[in-house]
C-alpha cells in the first residue's frame, strides 16, 4: 500500500493529546442533591461499580484513537496497488451522420458513449484512455489520460457531424496509436458492420436497429413556368415498401411557409419513387419539400431550396474628365447606375458611400475603402493599391503594340470567369502603362512581359480591377463585343453572387464572395453556433458539417446595414442507409497483451468507518453522562 500525501499521518500527534485529556478530565459531574443519605449511597455505588462501567469510560478513549487513526490515514490517501491490472484502452468512435438513427428515444451515438462509459467506469484505477473522435475530421480528443472524470466528461461533450469522415485518415490516426502501444485495447464503435477486423475490438451500435426505417429525398430541384412552381425530386425508402406523402410548401413575402401541394409515391423496398408537383405562386423566397411519413432518421426528411435574387450593386461612381468611352462600355455591360464627375469634382466632394468606384485616367490621392476599386490607365500610384505605376509606353510606327489574353482550361478559376465569353486572342494598343505589382493579382491581359489587366484586392480586403491602358487609345479593341464582354465579367467579379448556390451536401466547403462594404460576416449554423467568418479576403469559406440551414449575415460598413443569405446542407447519401457495410478494418501489428500496476484507492469506505466510530463515541459519551447522573 502506497501513501500519496505521507505528511496527512502527521494527524496521528492527536493521539497523545486525547490521551492526556482523558488523565487530567474530571470524571464526575456536580449534582445538587436533598439528602446526604442520597450522597452516601452515591458514593457506595460508585465504589462498587460493575466491570462493564468500567470498560465504558476507557472506551470512548479507544474510539477516539481509532478515529484519530481514520482520519489521519484519510489525509494521507492511502492507495492499495493491484500488480499487473491495468490496461491502455482505445477508442475509436463513429460520428458520422448514420450515428443519428434513433431508435426507442435514443441515437446510436449515445448508445456508444454509453458503451464506452461502461468500459472506462469499470476498469481498474490506473489504467490510461485514448478516445479518436470521427467526425467532420478525425481528431484525438484525449490520449493515454488516467482521470476517469476527465475522460468521461470529454467524452459527454461530443456530437455528431452529419458527414462522412475520411476512412483513410481513421486507419492512419488508429495505427498510429497501436505503433506506439502494441498493448491497448482498441474498441471501434461504429455502425458499420465491418467483415473482417484486425487489433480492434468491433462494437457494432446498429445491433438492434435492423429493423429500422429510413425515408429520403434527393436531386430536389425546381423550375420557373410562368407564375407556377415546377417541384421534382425523387425519394427512396431504405427500409421496407411504403407508401409516403411529399408535400411541397413555399415561403412568402411574411417569412411564412404555405402549402403549395402534395403527391403520393409507393415505393419498394430498397426502391427508388419520382415526383413532380405544379404550384401555382406568387413571390416565394424558399420551396421546402418535406416527407410527411416519420422514419428513424430525420435530417434527410427535409430539403430547402433558396430563392437567391443575386444582388448586382448599381451605386457606381465613374471620375472622369472624359466619361464617353468608359461610360458607354459599363452601359452595354449591363450597369446603367452610374453617377459620373469630373475629377475636381471627385476632390471637392470627398464622395464616398459607393459599392464601385471606377477612376479613369485619373489616379485618386487616397483609396476608398468601403467599395470595390477600378482603375482604367492610371496616372500614378496610390498607397494600399496593389500596385505601383512606373511609366507610359507607347507605340512606333515600326514597333506595334500588341496585347493578349491569358486563358484558363479552368472552368471555375477566376482567370477563366473574367475571359470567358472574350473571343479574340490579342488586340492592338496605343500606348499602356507598365505597372509594378505589389499586392495579390490574377493577370487577365499582358502586353510583352508587362501586365495591362490584372484583377485582385487591395489592402481593405475590397475587389479590385485595372486596366492599365486608355479606352482612347485602344482602337477597334474599344468599340467591339469582347470589350463589353470584358467590361460585363469584370462588373460580375465586382458585383459576385454571395452564394453561387443554396443546396449543399454535408461535408463540401461553402465559398461566400465578400461584397465590397461588408465590414463582417457571420454565420449561424443548424445547431444554433454563431461563428466570425474573416472578411480580410474576397473570398471566405465555410466547412459545412451539420444537415439543416445555415443563415450568412453581412454587416455592411455603414454600421446598420445587414444582408442575409441562407443555404441548405443535405445529409450524404452514404449516412442514410440503416445498416452500413464495409469490408474491413485492419490495423497492422502484432499485438501484446501486458499490463501494467493498478490501484484501488476508493476512501469511501473508510469514511463509513470513520463516521461509525463518531456516532459509537458519541453514544458513549451519552451513556457514561446518564450512568454519571
Not at 474498441?187 to 445491433?207: E, I, P, S, W
Not at 452595354?332 to 459599392?355: C, F, I, M, P, R
Not at 507605340?395 to 482567370?415: P, V
Amino acid at each position: 500500500m502506497n501513501l500519496i500525501y505521507v505528511l496527512g499521518l502527521l494527524a496521528l500527534l492527536a493521539i497523545p493529546i486525547i490521551i492526556f485529556i482523558y488523565i487530567i478530565k474530571n470524571k464526575y459531574t456536580e449534582q445538587t442533591i436533598s439528602s446526604t443519605y442520597l450522597w452516601t449511597l452515591s458514593e457506595k455505588f460508585i465504589r462498587k461499580r460493575i466491570p462493564i462501567n468500567r470498560l465504558v469510560g476507557i472506551l470512548s478513549l479507544i474510539l477516539q484513537i481509532i478515529a484519530v487513526v481514520l482520519l489521519a490515514l484519510l489525509l494521507a490517501h492511502p492507495m492499495l496497488v493491484i500488480p499487473h491490472s491495468a490496461s491502455a484502452y482505445c477508442f475509436v468512435l463513429d460520428g458520422s451522420g448514420s450515428m443519428n438513427f434513433e431508435l426507442n428515444g435514443k441515437t446510436r451515438f449515445e448508445v456508444g458513449k454509453e458503451m464506452i462509459s461502461d468500459i472506462i467506469s469499470e476498469a481498474t484505477d490506473g489504467s490510461t484512455y485514448t478516445l479518436i473522435f470521427c467526425g467532420s475530421t478525425t481528431d484525438t480528443i484525449y490520449k493515454d489520460i488516467a482521470d476517469k472524470d476527465s475522460a468521461l466528461k470529454s467524452l459527454a461533450s461530443l456530437k455528431t457531424a452529419d458527414t462522412t469522415p475520411d476512412f483513410l485518415d481513421i486507419i492512419t490516426a488508429t495505427q498510429e496509436y497501436f505503433d506506439g502501444n502494441h498493448a491497448a485495447n482498441t474498441y471501434l464503435v461504429t455502425d458499420v458492420d465491418y467483415g473482417l477486423t484486425k487489433n480492434v475490438k468491433l462494437l457494432n451500435v446498429a445491433k438492434g436497429y435492423e429493423n429500422v426505417q429510413n425515408y429520403s429525398l434527393f436531386d430536389v430541384d425546381y423550375t420557373m413556368l410562368g407564375t407556377q412552381a415546377v417541384v421534382s425530386g425523387k425519394a427512396v425508402s431504405y427500409g421496407s415498401a411504403a407508401q409516403i406523402k411529399v408535400e411541397i410548401f413555399f415561403c412568402g413575402d411574411n417569412g411564412i411557409y404555405f402549402k403549395g401541394g402534395e403527391q403520393m409515391l409507393a415505393l419498394e423496398e430498397g426502391g427508388m419513387g419520382e415526383f413532380s408537383v405544379t404550384c401555382d405562386v406568387g413571390n416565394f423566397s424558399a420551396v421546402k419539400v418535406v416527407i410527411a411519413d416519420e422514419d428513424n432518421l430525420a435530417p434527410d426528411n427535409e430539403v430547402i431550396l433558396y430563392n437567391a435574387t443575386y444582388e448586382r450593386i448599381g451605386n457606381t461612381l465613374l471620375v472622369s474628365d472624359n466619361s464617353f468611352f468608359a461610360l458607354a462600355s459599363l452601359t452595354a455591360a449591363g450597369n446603367d447606375k452610374v453617377d459620373v464627375v469630373t475629377t475636381k469634382q471627385y476632390e471637392e466632394l470627398a464622395l464616398s458611400g459607393y459599392g464601385l468606384y471606377i477612376f479613369d485616367s485619373y489616379t485618386p490621392g487616397t483609396l476608398p475603402y468601403d467599395g470595390a476599386v477600378w482603375f482604367i490607365n492610371p496616372r500614378g500610384s496610390t498607397a494600399g493599391a496593389g500596385f505601383t505605376y512606373q511609366t507610359d509606353m507607347t507605340s512606333t510606327f515600326s514597333n506595334k503594340l500588341s496585347a493578349n489574353f491569358s486563358r484558363s482550361s479552368d472552368t471555375s478559376s477566376l482567370l477563366y470567369r473574367i475571359v470567358d465569353g472574350v473571343s479574340t486572342t490579342s488586340f492592338e494598343l496605343g500606348s499602356y502603362v507598365r505597372c509594378g505589382i505589389t499586392g495579390e493579382f490574377t493577370t487577365v491581359a499582358t502586353c510583352g512581359s508587362d501586365p495591362i489587366a490584372f484583377v485582385g484586392s487591395n489592402e481593405y480586403g475590397n475587389r479590385e480591377a485595372v486596366l492599365a491602358f486608355s479606352l482612347n487609345s485602344s482602337g477597334a479593341f474599344t468599340l467591339s463585343a469582347n470589350c463589353v464582354t470584358l467590361f460585363s465579367n469584370i462588373l460580375k467579379y465586382m458585383f459576385p453572387p454571395v452564394v453561387e448556390k443554396t443546396s449543399y451536401t454535408c461535408g463540401d466547403i461553402l465559398p461566400i464572395n465578400i461584397i465590397s462594404g461588408c465590414a463582417t460576416m457571420r454565420i449561424y449554423t443548424p445547431g444554433g453556433e454563431e461563428v466570425y467568418l474573416n472578411t480580410a479576403s474576397v473570398v471566405s469559406e465555410y466547412k459545412l458539417t451539420q444537415a439543416g440551414t445555415y443563415r450568412i449575415v453581412m454587416l455592411m460598413s455603414n454600421g446598420t446595414e445587414e444582408r442575409v443569405y441562407n443555404v441548405y446542407a443535405n445529409l450524404p447519401q452514404s449516412e442514410r442507409i440503416p445498416n452500413p457495410a464495409d469490408i474491413e478494418f485492419v490495423v497492422e501489428g502484432l499485438a501484446s497483451d501486458s499490463k501494467f500496476d493498478g490501484y484501488y484507492d476508493n476512501l469511501f469506505i473508510i469514511f463509513i468507518i470513520l463516521a461509525v466510530f463518531f456516532a459509537a463515541d458519541y453514544g458513549v459519551y451519552c451513556y457514561e453522562q446518564y450512568q454519571l447522573r
